[in-house]
């Protein structure tokens, strides 16, 4: 299987770094295809332009990142999002790539006049899996934050394009958790994508 991964932290030495290193491993081993695109290295820009709006409108990109990940993730057979959660949100990059990928004649197009109806264009994509970090207690996270990330990424984005099997894995009080509780973390990451089918 084609697995594409979308990777959105700056800092080499992060966890979520640890995160993509157990997920490509065990990934690796189930012998799937893992391709990453990796925004920060990549130096995608993430500012929707008046050139992207008029882009947006005629439903053909003219960023050259946008064109290649379009190219790469139509072979993608599974996507999983890597980011930490700040201030309740993802980080900029990973919502440039939302504005600026998730965009009409790349990721999906509209099935009726009124443009209120969408279609996948990916569709090779059985699965969308997200693996999130945060320092906010779940709980918390869940009442009075409204659990937004789950509101705008999970229904608000993949659910609205028409994928059914998506999983969100939320790892919290990131910092505050023991060495040894992130080593099973990493471990248990591994295995899980080691299974995936």
Same mark, same amino acid.
Not at 37 to 48: A, K, R, S, Y
Not at 161 to 187: A, F, H, T
């Given at each position: ?10 800092? @080499?030495g ?7 290193n ?6 690796q081993?189930?012998?799937?295809d893992?391709? #990453? ?18 882009a947006?409108r ?8 946008v064109i ?10 599974? #996507? ?5 959660i700040?201030?309740?949100? +993802? ?11 998730i ?10 006049? @009124?443009?209120?109806r969408m ?11 997200l ?21 705008a990424?999970m ?15 939320? #790892?919290?009080?990131?910092k +505050? ?5 992130r080593?099973k973390?990493?471990?248990n ?9």
């Amino acid at each position: 299987m084609r697995v594409v991964i979308v990777f959105n932290h700056p800092y @080499s030495g992060s966890f979520c770094h640890a995160i993509l290193n157990a997920v490509t491993k065990g990934l690796q081993q189930a012998q799937h295809d893992v391709v #990453l695109i990796h925004l920060d290295n990549d130096g995608f820009n993430p500012v929707m332009t008046a050139a992207d709006l008029k882009a947006f409108r005629d439903k053909s990109p003219v960023d050259s990142k946008v064109i290649e990940y379009k190219e790469t993730l139509e072979k993608a057979e599974h #996507l999983i999002f890597i980011f930490p959660i700040w201030w309740e949100l +993802m980080p900029a990059l990973m919502k440039g790539f939302i504005d600026k990928v998730i965009f009409p004649g790349v990721a999906y197009d509209y099935t009726n006049e @009124s443009n209120t109806r969408m279609k996948p264009l990916w569709t090779k994509v059985k699965g969308v899996t997200l693996i999130t970090t945060m320092n906010t207690p779940k709980i918390l996270y869940f009442t009075l934050f409204g659990n937004a990330i789950k509101r705008a990424f999970m229904f608000g984005t993949f659910w609205k394009l028409g994928y059914k099997n998506r999983k969100w894995i939320s #790892l919290n009080m990131v910092k +505050m958790v023991s060495q040894e509780k992130r080593k099973k973390w990493l471990v248990n990451l591994e295995n899980k994508f080691a299974a995936l089918a």
